[in-house]
């Protein structure tokens, strides 16, 4: 982040989002009626699988479109591939499973590119389309607003327990279950509604997420510790202790960038900074719309949708966990 601040800037009368704020995605205006969503996103393995990580890698890269209000079109492949200790059948494995989400996106693969590394790394360049006085932001929330978020929390906390051979078959199963799941449910849902802002909880965490949406809209966000919807497994390994070198850097990062009540348990705390692969949307709407919104998601089948919280005006801090 710090050296994007001293990149170039960029001036188009098209050029919708740019990198000025922390939005999920770019946009450019290429007609009155329609604009372009550009993301990136691509990582190391997080799972054994390699079929399942490219789904989980494929999910992740299109979570963007749809925290824009956008609908995905075309995908990209992104491979960096070690030479001679990998069989190039596991590559195929991971470009299969992100091929499956992206179909199963109703979007396209073009193509992409690979190159030698000496880990593996997967993941995809996605666009999506939308008009252009349709596109939701990061930033927008207002003071009364409610904030929803559709999938739970705790993937970092899991796999690295997976890693540790800490988190129990069930668990691993339920989190790669989320994972795998795509946002396009919630952003259908989301769409037909008076929605402020939004974002996909991910690498910060929702705590982190919810600073960059919250300072972007010169408000403050109060979180709901025992509202918060937590993936199995995932309070008791925190319990005990398994984190994330990124827990640790979010915490550091936001230390003096949001109050946490004495009364919040720690694990739940860690829980807020856990850093996500493939998480939910955070919706910030009007209050009287959350419960509409609420219900059409639990009837689409995102029956972890959770209201966690509420906006208020600007306090000292952008984001209060109580």
């Known amino acids: 982040m710090q050296v994007l601040h001293s990149l170039p800037t960029f001036e188009h009368p098209d050029l919708l989002v740019g990198t000025d704020t922390s939005d999920d995605a770019g946009v450019f205006r290429l007609r009155p009626d329609l604009a372009i ?78 190159i030698i590394d000496s880990e593996l790394k997967y993941g995809m360049a996605v666009t999506g389309v939308v008009h252009p006085d349709r596109v939701i932001r990061n930033v927008g929330a207002r003071e009364g607003d409610a904030l929803i978020l559709t999938k739970a929390l705790g993937t970092g906390i899991v796999t690295t327990g997976l890693k540790r051979r800490q988190a ?9 279950s989320s994972m795998v799941t795509l946002n396009k449910v919630a952003a259908e849902a989301m769409r037909g509604f008076p929605v402020h802002a939004c974002s996909d909880v991910t690498g910060f ?19 709901e510790a025992k509202h918060l919807p937590l993936l199995p497994g995932a309070k008791r390994l925190a319990e005990q202790g398994t984190l994330t070198g990124g827990c640790r850097r979010n915490r550091d990062y936001l230390k003096d960038k949001l109050a946490i009540d004495p009364s919040v348990r720690e694990s739940l705390v860690e829980i807020a900074l856990d850093p996500q692969t493939s998480g939910g949307l955070l919706i910030a709407l009007p209050e009287r719309h959350a419960a509409r919104l609420l219900e059409k998601l639990h009837a689409q089948g995102v029956a972890i949708a959770r209201r966690v919280g509420h906006v208020t005006a600007r306090q000292d801090v952008s984001v209060t966990l109580v």
């Open 37 to 114: 969503v550009n993301t990136v996103d691509f990582f190391t393995p997080i799972v054994d699988d390699p079929y399942t990580f490219g789904q989980i890698a494929a999910a992740n890269a299109l979570s963007d479109i749809y925290a824009m209000g956008a609908q995905p079109t075309t995908a990209l492949n992104i491979v960096c591939f070690p030479k001679g200790t990998l069989d190039l059948e596991v590559l195929g494995d991971i470009i299969r499973g992100g091929s499956e989400r992206v179909k199963t996106a109703g979007a396209v693969v073009l193509g992409g590119h690979s």
């Open 168 to 176: 129990s078959a069930a668990h691993v199963r339920a989190t790669v």
């Open 205 to 223: 965490g929702l705590l982190g997420h919810a600073f960059e949406m919250a300072s972007g809209s010169d408000v403050t966000f109060v979180l």
